[in-house]
Every structure is written in structure tokens, then in C-alpha cells.
């Protein structure tokens, strides 16, 4: 079934480290995002890229970094300057392709829990 | 002003009410209008997608869009204790532009 893998489900980091979150679509889509939510807060937009081997900032964009080498995969890299690292983590994809069944519809995974100790 | 206004409520209704929720948005230049549930612990999954002013029933589940007055709805009939979970809406236009209001926990009491 066509749909979007994040991994893994639950990560917990030490202080200092760096932490590496997965994402993996295989609906062929070509914009991918990657969500932060917290309480209260709704989903607030870290990074997003529309094709490969570009991606541009969101609003919450420090102390992340993010790359996109293929399509299927966007991997998010929550760095040692995240102050706050904290938070449940969500990773998006659509497609403006009018003759997908998907197209237009933004799909999201099941999320990623970090939390640091 | 918010792109996306959406009240976080709760809201608590008893089984088998009539549930509504709505959201308002500021830029006329979106296109497509989504609903998604999400429940505790879980990433969102959609349940309605309309692009044009109107109404689009599936089940249970009807949503409503009105561009003129930049006004979304969602209305769940027969409401069920499974129906509990947070809603959120969802707004794109051209270049893959999205905006989300903040979610609104429903609890449906039985």
C-alpha cells in the first residue's frame, strides 16, 4: 500500500547528541514536509522541499537540518542546537499531480515521538 | 491575523449529536480544503478533501466551504465515542503551499 514510514516511533536523545528522523514515501510525490507539534501549538513547519536536492526553510528551521538526495526520502537531523528538542514529529507529503488519486491531498506519516533525557 | 483560525476548544458532546466545527481563513487564494482526524499519539488522517464552494457528504461526515465568506466546516451526524480524537483543517494553493489550523479536540461522550 502506498503511504508514508516514519522511524522510529519513539527516540530518545542525550543532551548534546544529534538524532536523525526518517521519512520514506512511496506515492511518488514530489513536495515532502516535516512538522513539528506540541500542545496547544497545532503544527508548526520546520523544512520542506518541493523536488529533490532542493529544500527550503520553515518557520521553526533552527537546529534542524534536513536533506533530500531522492525523492522517496527526507530524512530530518534534530541537531545539538535544538534547545527544545522535545516533541512529537510529523513528516508530509502531496503532489500537485491533477491525475494522481492523491494529487492535491497532503498525506501524512504516523509521527515521531523524541524525547530527551 | 493567522493564514488558518480554528478554536482548540474541547468541545463535548453527547453520542449521537450533531458535531460542527469550522475554521476561517484570510487568503483567498486557496484552492483546496482538507479535514483530518488525529488521535492521541497518532499523525493525522484525512477525511474529507473538497476544492469548490459547497457541500461534500461521505458517510457520517459532511464539509462545507464557503469562499465568499472564507469559512470551512466539518459536521459529524450521529456522533460516536470513536469519533473522540482532534480535528484539524487544512488549506493549499499553487506550489505546494499549506496551512493548517491549530486542531480542535472533540470528545463525544457516551
Known amino acids: 500500500d502506498g503511504g508514508i514510514t516514519q522511524s522510529p516511533k519513539y527516540l530518545f536523545r542525550k543532551e548534546g547528541q544529534n538524532v536523525t528522523l526518517s521519512c520514506e514515501q512511496n506515492l511518488n510525490h514530489d513536495a515532502m514536509y516535516w512538522y513539528r507539534q506540541d500542545p496547544g501549538q497545532g503544527l508548526r513547519l520546520i523544512y520542506y522541499?518541493?523536488?529533490?536536492?532542493?529544500?527550503q526553510k520553515g518557520d521553526i528551521a533552527e537546529g534542524y537540518s534536513v536533506s533530500r538526495e531522492k525523492k522517496e526520502s527526507f530524512p530530518l537531523t534534530v541537531t545539538s542546537a535544538q534547545k527544545n528538542p522535545t516533541a512529537f514529529y510529523l513528516c508530509?507529503?502531496?503532489?500537485?499531480?491533477?491525475?494522481?488519486?492523491?494529487?492535491?491531498?497532503?498525506?501524512f506519516g504516523e509521527g515521531s515521538w523524541l524525547t530527551v533525557v | 491575523q493567522k493564514e488558518v483560525e480554528q478554536d482548540p476548544g474541547p468541545l463535548s458532546v453527547p453520542e449521537g449529536a450533531i458535531v460542527s466545527l469550522n475554521c476561517t481563513y484570510s487568503n483567498s487564494a486557496f484552492q483546496y480544503f482538507m479535514w483530518y482526524r488525529q488521535y492521541s499519539r497518532k499523525g493525522p488522517e484525512l477525511l474529507m478533501y473538497t476544492y469548490s464552494s459547497g457541500n461534500k457528504e461521505d458517510g457520517r461526515f459532511t464539509a462545507q466551504v464557503d469562499k465568499s465568506s472564507k469559512y470551512i466546516s466539518l459536521f459529524i451526524r450521529d456522533s460516536q465515542p470513536s469519533d473522540s480524537a482532534t480535528y484539524l483543517c487544512?488549506?493549499?494553493?499553487?506550489?505546494?503551499?499549506?496551512?493548517f489550523g491549530k486542531g480542535n479536540q472533540v470528545v463525544v461522550i457516551p
Open positions: 487544512a488549506m493549499r494553493y499553487g506550489n505546494n503551499r499549506l496551512a
Open positions: 508530509a507529503s502531496t503532489s500537485p499531480g491533477i491525475r494522481s488519486p492523491s494529487g492535491n491531498t497532503i498525506y
Open positions: 522541499s518541493q523536488i529533490v536536492n532542493d529544500f
